[in-house]
């Protein structure tokens, strides 16, 4: 079986092509799915399909897109989007349902 090999330049270049075409095909999602500009707790939680705890770890975290402006915390759809994309990291801790599969 052959075997190939990437490095670190060649790694970067398809993460980015691949982040370039990722985030209009979010964004299509999201106009396809007429998600609102801010996201309830529960909303989010059932997007995304994670349990309570999951949520409450991302809400503290100081980089996720949630305010608390509005009395309880909403999350900002758009900016969510683009926290997800910004880091394999962040896109990794976050499993969609079927429904949201991204081709």
Do not use: Y
């Amino acid at each position: 079986m052959a075997t190939i090999t990437f490095g670190d330049d060649e790694i970067q270049s398809l993460v980015t092509e691949i982040k370039n075409q990722l985030i209009p095909v979010l964004i299509q999602e999201l106009h396809q799915k007429e998600l609102p500009p801010l996201l309830t707790r529960k909303q989010f939680m059932e997007l995304v399909d994670i349990s309570a705890n999951k949520c409450n770890e991302l809400f503290h975290r100081s980089d996720f897109p949630v305010t608390r402006e509005l009395g309880h915390p909403r999350v900002i759809t758009k900016d969510f989007f683009n926290w997800l994309s910004a880091t394999n990291q962040n896109a990794d801790e976050i499993e969609f349902r079927q429904g949201l599969k991204i081709i």
